[in-house]
């Protein structure tokens, strides 16, 4: 095994394990909400809308179904479980699509309009759910046409989209370090800016994942 190789090998462990580590601290905040509280966690921010029959439902789907996607998109990149079981991967592939466009993203949508951080957070929101809401269409699309290459690229930027709820909280932890020597970088900028980062930084990495896949053919 080359050195390359090696170092390949422990970047893909790495980043695994912050993966693994990031899922298991969501899975924790969303069961943290139940049973009910409206004064647990984020809710004690929203008490404006917590008691809107709307966003309480919205936000109470999200929440449960958000593990549900991280996990089953995860599957559709492995390489053991595309290969070795194909079934699976086809079955964690439908539920991943179906739970995206059924439930995460249409809830994801009410609560964008009661976005904390104004209007600027708002519209990100917004732009956030229907491109991800387009790219698993587009995604599901390519899919039953049997175009493998552009249903992997859909996927790509579907699931860099769905792993914004984890580039959320981890610009947040990053730009509150900065906040005691920045001066304006107060919290509502901070979540308006994490709110953007989140997902503008990811759907960047993963056009430069498809463009590096494919140069490789």
């Known amino acids: 095994m080359t050195h390359l190789k090696?170092?390949?090998?422990?970047?893909?462990?790495?980043?695994?394990?912050?993966?693994?580590?990031?899922?298991?601290?969501?899975?924790?905040?969303?069961?943290?909400?139940?049973?009910?509280?409206?004064?647990?966690?984020?809710?004690?921010?929203?008490?404006?809308?917590?008691?809107f029959l709307p966003w309480q439902i919205a936000f109470k789907i999200h929440v449960v179904f958000s593990s549900f996607i991280l996990l089953a998109g995860f599957t559709q990149f492995w390489p053991v479980v595309r290969q070795r079981f194909p079934v699976w991967h086809r079955r964690l592939g439908w539920l991943y699509i179906l739970t995206v466009l059924g439930f995460a993203a249409p809830s994801g949508l009410v609560m964008a309009f009661?976005?904390?951080?104004?209007?600027?957070?708002?519209?990100?929101?917004?732009?956030?759910?229907?491109?991800?809401?387009?790219?698993?269409?587009l995604a599901l699309q390519y899919a039953v046409q049997k175009n493998w290459s552009q249903h992997r690229n859909w996927m790509i930027r579907s699931f860099a989209l769905s792993l914004s709820a984890l580039s959320l909280r981890s610009w947040k932890l990053i730009l509150y370090q900065f906040a005691p020597y920045v001066d304006g970088l107060t919290?509502?900028?901070?979540?308006?800016?994490?709110?953007?980062?989140g997902w503008v930084i990811n759907l960047l990495i993963a056009e430069l994942i498809i463009y590096y896949l494919s140069r490789k053919k």
């Open 6 to 51: 090696i170092y390949y090998n422990i970047i893909i462990f790495v980043l695994l394990g912050i993966f693994i580590w990031l899922c298991a601290l969501m899975i924790k905040i969303c069961l943290s909400y139940f049973p009910w509280s409206d004064t647990q966690g984020f809710l004690a921010l929203k008490q404006d809308v917590v008691h």
């Open 187 to 197: 919290p509502k900028l901070i979540y308006q800016l994490e709110a953007w980062l």
């Open 114 to 137: 009661y976005a904390a951080g104004g209007l600027v957070t708002q519209v990100c929101f917004i732009i956030l759910g229907l491109l991800w809401m387009a790219s698993t269409l």
